[in-house]
């Protein structure tokens, strides 16, 4: 069973960094994609960045020249390295990576404060 793990949400300031970590496990295939997405309380759930196998890397425009998305394949684990972080940052982040299916992680909470 695919399970994806998240960690290194937080609480931060605006203008600091947090780096965001999935490990996926219960597989032996190299995942179609894999990326982020975040959900503001009120709001739909938004693609944040995604990286496709072999594809492109897409952003949102909202985070492009301050987020970072990286994935080590050895590791199955995909990175969301975050600058100049905003109040409207603010979300519950979610792992989400693709093999046939969607799978999805359970979240991780990030707030930066004014």
């Known amino acids: 069973q695919v399970q994806l793990v998240e960690s290194g949400g937080g609480l931060v300031q605006t203008g600091g960094s947090l780096r965001l970590s999935c490990a996926a496990s219960g597989t032996a295939f190299r995942f179609n994609a894999m990326g982020w997405y975040r959900q503001a309380p009120g709001k739909q759930r938004e693609l944040v960045a995604r990286i496709i196998s072999g594809g492109p890397i897409n952003y949102a425009d909202s985070v492009k020249g301050r987020f970072t998305i990286s994935r080590d394949n050895a590791k199955n684990t995909v990175y969301l390295q975050m600058n100049s972080l905003k109040p409207e940052d603010t979300a519950v982040y979610y792992c989400?990576?693709?093999?046939?299916?969607?799978?999805w992680g359970q979240g991780t909470q990030v707030t930066v404060s004014s």
């Open positions: 989400n990576a693709f093999l046939f299916v969607d799978y």
